[in-house]
């Protein structure tokens, strides 16, 4: 069975573009383009979607059902911005202006707020001041953990076809068929390890496309869980008629949930300690990340040696991992996004 790369058929099915007026027609074509730019093969061929979502776009100015969030005024410029993260060479400089020209679009609001930090968490209905007390709490634990020493994460590394058929044993009857659907559809891509996307996975008019880091065919099979509750999710919100994308914290707790159904239902030896590498991952690991994304707006000038700096004491505040800035996508191109994986994690 292949797996390097996401079936023509099925890539070919996604540009035909979905011509109706409304909302779900529009965010159809916005997940089919999303799934096709991840695909180089198709890059010059949606010219037509494109073209139909700048249409629907303009005749839909709906803010997305059941938010109290108001868009970002520069989300689209934030956007653009972030997308430069996928140009080579990604060099320190350039990593640098993303980020300044980030926290530049991102106004700071009343409570020393960010405007993408309080739409974030208001798109995921948590109030400031739950935030702020959840914040603290973490903040203060780590502190007194600051002198434990945290061993290097835990893999759980297999030949695809054997981490599938162990995530496969701790789905129910109607999951399973769901994704042995999507791995004989082409659904599931292996991309080498180290590129710039990663593990990730997008929802399409064809169903959920799942792309996944590998080194020599063998996948992490955390990581593999992990996407694989985000396809299920997806596809169960898509059956149900519900087009638009779940919030991040719930999106994200299906999908720690799925790691931790297959943790708790296998013998694997190193169980335990992937089980404490994921409170890590979820827990400091996260936290730090986000201290590092709010430090960047009391930078007055963001350079390698003071981000070098930042990073130092963000992950030191919170016993965390010290890994490094440069390499974390998010930081880029989802403003905020890394803080509602401990949030997630929390309520799982």
Known sequence: ???????????????????????????INHANLTALQ????????????????????????TAPPASDAAPHPNAHAIASNGRRWLEAPLTDTKRCDILAQRVALDPMQKGNMPLTLMCRLASCDITQDTYNRLYQKNKQASLCAVSLKHAAPATWALPIEQALSIVSKALNAHDKQRLNKLVDQGRLCLVAFNTMLGNVCVMSSAGALIQLEHKLHAVDVIALSHEVGHALHMEHRWHQGQYWPADVVTSEAQAINMERQVLSETAHPKAALLKQAQ??????WHWALH????????????????????????THAFAAPKGGWRHVQHLYTSPFYLVCYPLAAGVT
């Open 38 to 61: 991840l695909d180089g093969r198709f890059a010059t061929h949606t010219h037509a979607l494109q073209q139909q979502i700048d249409v629907q776009a303009g005749q839909l100015q």
């Open 1 to 27: 069975m292949a797996f390097n790369g996401w079936r023509k058929q099925v890539m070919q099915s996604l540009l035909t573009p979905k011509l109706g007026h409304d909302e779900s027609d529009l965010l």
């Open 291 to 314: 201290q590092f994304e709010l430090g960047l707006y009391a930078l007055s000038t963001i350079t390698p040696d003071q981000l070098d700096y930042l990073w130092h004491q963000c």
């Open 279 to 284: 409170v890590t991952f979820y827990g400091p």
